[in-house]
């Protein structure tokens, strides 16, 4: 049990005592009201409860804290409860119990802010899913960094988690890939073949049609033109996706599946998707095409599902894709990113999913806002290589993949960012990412520096010695992070994580500034030395669910 949660259990355990004695008035206890307080004078924590209770007590707040106050076991971890108006009870913490938090980070190690491992929710992270008829661009990479992020966050909440990228490889815009790819090889031959009127033109595919034509020759000339494009456009279709999963890598972002779009039409899916969708009266034909009726449900609109020539829309193989994920593969929960592009897509999905029989507040779709990147002040609109939109490969040379990874988080998915390329590279305590990594660098050669100096061991440290303002600072700094855990899974914002490895890694500047590790006082260094390994560990967490290196020398 984290601290937080152990005291809220104090406080209702007080409120129960408080009751039973005829102290208090009947009456449910609030849930949850101890926090941290803006001003570390009033204590560690604070609750609220007191003020939250008076209305359905109809005592007033101070009376309330006066009844509960005294009943709060104090136990190991509490050292003081005192009253303050106009109903708080601010909490603090035995120093020594603080002391001791050193010695079980360490203990905890790469596990240290994990949540017990039997929560075991069965939860799918799906994000990305470009359609692979081109290369990963900047705007793909923010909801690559958000979702691979909060899938580590899950796993270490206790979740059984599966990452998963979608491969639209049916419909309209596959066919009009496999065309162009086709143009671009007859022309890669010396044909001469235009491309289709929406096709694809980007320097990319010119690529691959000349790769392609010298690998294979003029072979696919030689064959009925549906065939040849079939075939290629196989070929193309696996290139693609070769190179958006080695971009995708570039940046530390991987998948446990990725899921085919074709499979929903292979294996009966799309056609029991459609059936149930029939047999539940979710279903019109109108002007030659069928229809979703999803206003019925609550959504502005109702949908297509098949053209009038017979095609399925994209949302048709959406409808079929997570009746696959909620009823085939068991899914308790499902987590969508999607890029801003498809907000308007929200209510439809979220409808249709309760019209095959799942309740909607089981799916969560998040929106990652669009990203503009800036470099010296002025806006980068195009690639400097080909003057086309900017590709991650691109950004991830530039830049590396910690700066993408950081920046892309650091703001709430909703927000719009911009990501300055110039801040990203520069190696000084402005760049968020070389402040963060040199903290930990630092702390690893101060490690380093102990052993030279012959300091093989301190196992032996009493910790009861870090007794400075600084030191304690930079623990209850550490405790923070199980809780901010905790928080990030129920809440899905792992936004949060960059700042608060930023606030620990100030923590951890502030306090070598002011306090010398290695000393001639042997016990203090040894104290000293095993605050730098708790340090370091929380430290490392920190990077490690972010996707970031944890660098030994900078």
């Known amino acids: 049990m984290f601290i937080k949660q152990l005291l809220n259990q104090r406080l209702r355990d007080a409120f129960a005592a408080a009751q039973a004695q005829g102290l208090l008035p009947e009456g449910a206890v609030p849930e949850d009201t101890v926090e941290r307080p803006q001003n570390p004078e009033h204590g560690d924590f604070a609750s609220t409860l007191p003020m939250k209770a008076a209305r359905t007590l109809r005592m007033a707040p101070m009376k309330i804290a006066q009844a509960i106050a005294p009943l709060v076991g104090k136990g190991a971890e509490i050292a003081e409860v005192a009253v303050a108006p106009p109903g708080f009870l601010n909490i603090r913490l035995h120093q020594s119990w603080l002391q001791r938090q050193v010695e079980a980070v360490r203990r905890e190690g790469e596990r240290f802010g994990n949540a017990p491992a039997d929560s075991g929710e069965k939860v799918q992270v799906e994000f990305v899913s470009v ?6 661009h900047v705007g793909h990479a923010r909801g690559a960094v958000l979702g691979s992020t909060l899938a580590n966050v899950l796993d270490a909440a206790g979740y059984q988690v599966s990452r998963e990228y979608y491969v639209n490889d049916a419909g309209t815009q596959m066919d009009l890939f496999y065309r162009s790819l086709y143009v671009r090889y007859q022309q ?6 235009e491309l289709p009127p929406e096709g694809y033109r980007g320097q990319y595919l010119a690529t691959l049609g000349q790769q392609l034509a010298q690998q294979h020759g003029d072979r696919y000339l030689h064959l009925p033109e549906r065939e040849a494009v079939g075939q290629l456009g196989a070929i193309g279709l696996e290139e693609m996706l070769a190179a958006i999963r080695a971009d995708l890598e570039a940046i530390r972002v991987t998948f446990d599946i990725w899921f085919r779009e074709r499979t929903l039409f292979a294996d009966g899916t799309y056609d029991k998707a459609m059936g149930l969708l029939r047999d539940g009266g979710h279903v019109e034909q109108r002007e030659g095409a069928t229809w979703f009726t999803s206003t019925r449900l609550g959504d502005d609109r109702d949908s297509v599902l098949v053209r009038s020539a017979g095609t399925p829309t994209y949302f048709a193989s959406d409808a ?13 929960r499902v987590i969508d990113i999607w890029g801003a592009d498809h907000q308007g897509h929200v209510n439809r999905v979220k409808a249709v999913v309760e019209a095959l029989g799942t309740d909607p507040g089981r799916l969560t779709i ?7 990147l800036r470099r010296k002040g002025e806006v980068v609109r195009a690639s400097k290589r080909t003057g086309e939109l900017v590709t991650l490969r691109e950004l991830v040379e530039e830049v590396g993949p910690d700066a993408c990874r950081y920046f892309f988080l650091a703001r709430s998915p909703e927000a719009q960012m911009e990501f300055d390329l110039d801040l990203a590279v520069q190696q000084s305590q402005e760049n968020p990412v070389y402040y963060l990594q040199y903290a930990h660098a ?12 012959g300091i093989q061991s301190f196992e032996d440290g009493d910790v009861a010695l870090l007794t400075a303002p600084e030191e304690l600072d930079l623990i209850r700094r550490l405790l923070e992070l199980p809780e901010l855990m905790a928080s990030m899974a129920r809440s899905l914002e792992p936004h949060h994580l960059p700042h608060y490895a930023l606030e620990l890694a100030t923590a951890f500047h502030w306090f070598y500034d002011r306090c010398r590790v ?20 929380g430290l490392a967490r920190c990077l490690s669910l972010m996707g970031m290196s944890a660098p030994e020398r900078m």
């Not at 890669?188 to 073949?193: C, I, N, S, T, Y």
């Open 442 to 453: 630092r702390i690893a050669g101060i490690l380093r520096n102990a052993q030279e100096r």
């Open 188 to 193: 890669a031959l010396g044909q001469a073949a």
């Open 131 to 136: 359609n692979p008829t081109g290369p990963i």
């Open 518 to 537: 290695i000393t001639e006082d042997e016990a203090l260094t040894k104290a000293r030395l095993k605050l730098m390994d708790a340090s370091r560990v």
């Open 366 to 372: 998040i929106i990652a806002q669009l990203v503009t």
């Open 320 to 332: 079929a894709y997570h009746y696959n994920k909620f009823k085939a593969r068991g899914f308790e």
